[in-house]
């Protein structure tokens, strides 16, 4: 019976809902759930006749480039993002995805300004959302190395620590 649910419960991906050259379905669901897609920005045909797409995705963004036969997409993981730069014209705007490793690099041009401006704003709050758990997780480390040592104020302070930010103002809306 739980093998009938489950083949109820899944979404059934038809041949039309394929992009030709693409790798994955247009609306092929998310297996895991655990990387929803944020937002969605495709570049104007003004800039181009085959307009790249920006995925803003919960830990990774994705630049899908599209040309007349194929198109191949590039992922990165937030994470792995060292910076967002934003080249402005009078309409247009090119966002650069920068990597942490120097030769990581994505780029998409021709998104129109506040699309590409909203984007930035997105992921650069993706940026210190994972930054912050990054921390969190060295501060809770650190603690438990100190309990282990048998060293329990050290402990202690980190945990108070801990607990003081993940309660602040700021913090209170998880």
Known sequence: MA???SKARRTVVTP?????????????????????ILYR???SFLA??????LIVQEKS??????????????????????????????????LRFLGKNPSHEMHITGLWNKSA?????????L?????EKQNVAIRSAEAAEALLAGDHSEAFESNHMLHSETNSPINSHR
């Open 61 to 94: 963004i994705t630049v899908v480039y599209n040309s007349l036969f194929a198109s191949h997409d590039e992922t990165m993981p937030i994470k792995d993002i060292g910076r967002v730069v934003s080249e402005n014209t009078a309409f247009f705007t090119t």
């Open 117 to 125: 401006s909203f984007c930035k704003e997105l992921i650069e709050g």
């Open 48 to 53: 181009g006749l085959f307009p790249d797409e």
């Open 16 to 36: 039309s809902d394929i992009i030709l050259g693409s790798s994955s379905p247009k609306s092929a669901p998310d297996l895991l759930g655990n990387n929803k």
């Open 41 to 43: 920005s495709r570049a």
């Open 3 to 5: 093998l009938a649910d």
């Open 127 to 131: 940026l210190l959302i994972s930054e």
